[in-house]
């Protein structure tokens, strides 16, 4: 279980970027995090894992808190935390089962990792993956030569393969057309599901929140106004967060 209690973050004096956010998600389960830009969204995933050192609160990851982790603590915990970026974040030059073993590199040494050894099992486990994700057939093609759509299936299996028990995505689908859209989703869903891990994706795409996640948060100026099942998000409700009549992103 992941519960956020109470997160706050400043990153200027009496200028909050979050304040008292609290929300919990279960395994198996899918949130989305909207809101408008500069609400504070990334900065709440960036705190998840502790890429930024949020100000007050707890981050607890199976009744853990990774707020107090020391170096060594907050290592083993990103190996639990698996990471979809927007922009993928893929060596290009490199083929699609070498960027999903990559997500091996947190169990690995530093002279493992420096020359890309990997054992059998990991070999096999990555073809597996890339199988679920639809890509086998793309294993040994450089990732330079993929689509968007593609490339971000590749980071969906990268970051399965650390065994994760939460997968943060930061606005997985920004750079993707609507149908490429709707496959990662509906990727996200389905492997959140068959793995039983925690999914939190960071979207602007309401519409595409509403129909695959199973709960939604809203954050608007760094504070929470709406955590409720997908089901309840409404018009009401995206007026506040937005400031304007925006209901043709709920069709």
Known sequence: MLEVKHLTKSYQKDKP?????????EPGNFLAIIGPSGAGKTTILRSLNQLIKDDDGQ?????????SDNKSQLRKHRRQIGMVFQNYNLVERLTVIE??????????STLAGMFGIYSEEEKKEALELLDKVGLKD????????????QKQRVGIARSLIQHPKVILC?????SLDP??????????????I??????????????????????????????????????????????????????????
Not at 60 to 67: A, F, K, N, P, Q
Not at 236 to 245: G, H, K, P, V
């Open 170 to 174: 930061d606005e997985p689908i920004a």
């Open 99 to 108: 960027n999903v073993l990559h997500g091996r590199l947190g169990y690995k």
């Open 59 to 67: 981050i607890l990851l199976d009744g853990s808190d990774i707020r």
């Open 17 to 25: 970027a979050l304040t008292d956010i609290s929300f919990s998600v």
């Open 138 to 149: 793309f294993a040994l093609q450089r990732c330079s030569e993929l689509s968007g759509g």
């Open 179 to 192: 149908a490429s859209s709707h496959t990662v989703m509906h990727l996200l869903k389905q492997l959140t």
């Open 194 to 251: 068959e793995f039983n891990i925690i999914c939190v994706a960071n979207l602007h795409q309401i519409n595409l929140a509403k129909k695959y996640a199973d709960r939604i948060v809203g954050i608007r100026q760094g504070k929470l106004v709406f955590d409720e099942e997908s089901s309840m998000l409404s018009e009401e409700i995206l007026e506040t967060l937005y400031d304007q009549s925006i209901s043709k992103e709920l069709e």
